[in-house]
């Protein structure tokens, strides 16, 4: 069973920067990365790590967003950051299933 636990969100200003942590309970699982859910839409894909250590980001975040990892953590560092960020960022790890964490919202508004 992994487990997941997200961190560092809250308010920011529209140009702004923050950095979120997943904390795993499990290392070194392959396929992780981070996924938001604004208001009234879906839950996408932000960026994430797959197999052969290959990197996926959302183009509504290249060249602003960069995921980084350790055995048992994920980063998500935002800079830029634009009201249309706002959502439930969560955590995700593939590990045979799919488990997710509990969310931490980021909101960028001034």
């Known amino acids: 069973q992994v487990h997941l636990v997200e961190s560092g969100g809250g308010l920011v200003q529209p140009g702004g920067s923050l950095r979120l942590t997943c904390t795993s309970n499990?290392?070194?699982?392959?396929?992780m990365g981070w996924y938001r859910q604004a208001p009234g839409k879906q839950r996408e894909l932000v960026a994430r790590?797959?197999?052969?250590?290959d990197i996926d980001y959302a183009d509504a975040v290249k060249g602003r967003f960069t995921i980084s990892r350790d055995h048992a953590k994920v980063w998500l560092q935002m800079n830029s950051l634009k009201p249309e960020d706002t959502a439930v960022y969560y955590c995700?790890?593939?590990?045979?299933?799919?488990?997710w964490g509990k969310g931490t919202l980021v909101t960028v508004s001034s």
């Open positions: 995700n790890a593939v590990l045979g299933v799919s488990y």
């Open positions: 499990i290392s070194n699982i392959y396929v």
């Open positions: 790590f797959i197999s052969g250590g």
